[in-house]
């Protein structure tokens, strides 16, 4: 995922790794967890993929470990 940390919330965190800052975006990789974008939600802003589930509507994600 890329975007600003304080666009984020996080719960249940397992496995969470900072991986670079890109410019004004931070990078991260996490194993499982809950991840809620509180910003404009869109592609251009991050990405995700793995095993997870998708709201949509409330813009969370919760990764599953495989």
Not at 38 to 64: E, L, S
């Amino acid at each position: 995922m890329v975007k600003h940390f304080d666009k984020f919330s996080f719960s249940n965190l397992f496995g969470f790794v900072h991986l670079a800052t890109v410019g004004e975006k931070d990078v991260i990789a996490l194993n499982s967890g809950k991840v809620h974008n509180k910003g404009d939600g869109g592609w251009d802003n991050w990405g995700f993929t793995g095993n997870y589930d998708y709201d949509p509507d409330r813009m969370t994600v919760v990764f599953k470990q495989r």
